[in-house]
């Protein structure tokens, strides 16, 4: 074991703020990282505050690591001292079941050991993110960050990046398919550089017109102000996809008639209830599907940061001072950030 730093929360209500603690000595299998960067995600603010219920305290966030290997196990093989690497959203799964067998760890049927707040499968311990100094993980969960990759701009590709990837990918976006995104946030503006990358026309909803020329910025080849009944009726039957990375709850209703027949809408932003109640007939008439879809496995997440470099796609970053994560988190919940914060974590030893 040796001493940490970060900042983590003590409860639903208080701010973060610095802690030291207990991180363990490398396992056979683990890779001990110093953190460089750690991108701020919205998931951070839910779970901070136990938005989901199921927040475990002392909470420290961050899961779009990334850092340079200081040591390592004695069985690791892909990673050596030296390496920069990244760190999503998992650090361990069972490694046996069918989703991990097919690398969907994200999916593992006895459920992943996330990041952050939940327990070490060898030790019990509450896992503690990325918002510090150094982490410890098991080397199948730590991925090599392309060289051509700016290392800062990098780091949100780990969640933002791979949970937008995914679900266009696993969906088989391709050239002349009309995508549309919904919010564009940290997750948004990713997914408008993603379906652009796949060739797709794209389209994002946003409740902010003065977005609009920033998403033209970003790839959008339209923008629909969604506060705006008119433009969304117009919008009638269009789309072949909705990637919709809102945060809270919101009237799906609208959104479903702008797909056409066949159409899939694609939830990664919301896990509570759907309220206002969706109509099944939108589903139903047209043959529509609504889907949802977790971050993405350890070899597509190796892949996203891969296609990133190859396609010159980067995060828009701003770079945070961690003692300004509190304000930076309510900057983010006023939509004021474009498009993500990132921690430099020279800030934490000052
Ligand atoms: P951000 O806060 O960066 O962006 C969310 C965007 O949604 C905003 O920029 C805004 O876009 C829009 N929005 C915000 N509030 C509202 C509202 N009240 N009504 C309508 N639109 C709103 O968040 P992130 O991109 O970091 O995360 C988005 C969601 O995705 C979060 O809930 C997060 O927990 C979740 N998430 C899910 C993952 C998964 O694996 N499924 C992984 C990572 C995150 P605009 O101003 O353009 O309308
Ligand atoms: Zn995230």
Same mark, same amino acid.
Do not use: W
């Given at each position: 074991m040796y001493t940490a730093i970060g900042y983590a929360?003590?409860?639903?209500?208080?701010?973060?703020?610095?802690?030291?603690?207990?991180?363990?000595?490398?396992?056979?299998?683990?890779?001990?990282?110093?953190?460089l960067y750690c991108g701020v995600c919205h998931s951070d603010i839910h779970q901070a505050r136990n938005e989901w219920g199921i927040a475990v305290y002392p909470l420290m966030p961050g899961h779009e690591i990334v850092g340079?290997?200081?040591?390592?196990?004695?069985?690791?093989?892909?990673?050596?001292?030296?390496?920069?690497?990244?760190?999503?959203?998992?650090?361990d799964s069972c490694r046996s079941c069918d989703a991990c067998q097919a690398n969907l760890e994200q999916y593992c049927l006895e459920g992943p050991t996330m990041t952050y707040a939940t327990p070490d499968r060898v030790d019990g311990s509450n896992t503690m993110g990325g918002y510090s100094d150094s982490i410890v993980v098991s080397e199948h969960f730590v991925v090599r960050i392309p060289q051509k990759l700016d290392l800062a701009s990098a780091?949100?590709?780990?969640?933002?990046?791979?949970?937008?990837?995914? *679900?266009?990918? &696993?969906?088989?976006?391709?050239?002349? @398919?009309k995508v549309g995104?919904? =919010?564009?946030?940290? !997750?948004?503006?990713?997914?408008?550089?993603?379906?652009?990358?796949?060739?797709?026309?794209?389209t994002l909803f946003t409740r902010s017109a003065s977005k609009a020329e920033e998403a033209r910025r970003q790839g959008a080849d339209h923008v629909i102000v969604s506060t705006d009944a008119?433009?969304?009726?117009?919008?009638?039957?269009?789309?072949?996809?909705?990637?919709?990375?809102? *945060?809270?709850? &919101?009237?799906?209703?609208?959104?479903? @008639?702008?797909?056409?027949?066949? =159409?899939?809408?694609? !939830?990664?932003g919301l896990i509570e209830p759907v309220d206002p109640p969706m109509h099944a007939g939108k589903l139903v008439m047209s043959r529509r599907v609504l889907a949802g879809s977790l971050i993405g496995g350890i070899a597509e997440t190796q892949e996203v940061l891969d296609f990133c470099a190859?396609?010159?796609?980067?995060?828009?970053?701003?770079?945070?001072?961690?003692?300004?994560?509190?304000?930076?988190?309510?900057?983010?919940?006023?939509?004021?950030?474009k498009y993500r914060f990132v921690i430099d974590m020279a800030t934490l030893k000052v």
């Open positions: 929360a003590q409860s639903a209500t208080t701010p973060l703020a610095p802690v030291k603690f207990e991180r363990r000595s490398p396992r056979p299998d683990d890779v001990a990282i110093e953190i340079k290997v200081t040591a390592i196990g004695a069985n690791v093989s892909k990673h050596k001292v030296g390496d920069l690497v990244g760190v999503g959203c998992m650090v780091a949100p590709i780990l969640c933002a990046g791979i949970t937008t990837y995914s *679900p266009l990918k &696993h969906y088989g976006v391709k050239a002349g @398919d995104i919904l =919010g564009m946030g940290g !997750l948004g503006h990713m997914g408008i550089k993603f379906a652009k990358a796949l060739g797709a026309e794209v008119e433009q969304m009726k117009a919008a009638a039957g269009h789309f072949d996809f909705l990637l919709d990375t809102i *945060p809270v709850q &919101h009237d799906l209703n609208p959104y479903l @008639d702008t797909l056409r027949f066949d =159409g899939v809408h694609i !939830l990664v190859e396609h010159d796609i980067t995060c828009d970053i701003e770079m945070l001072d961690i003692r300004q994560i509190n304000e930076a988190y309510a900057r983010m919940i006023a939509g004021d950030v």
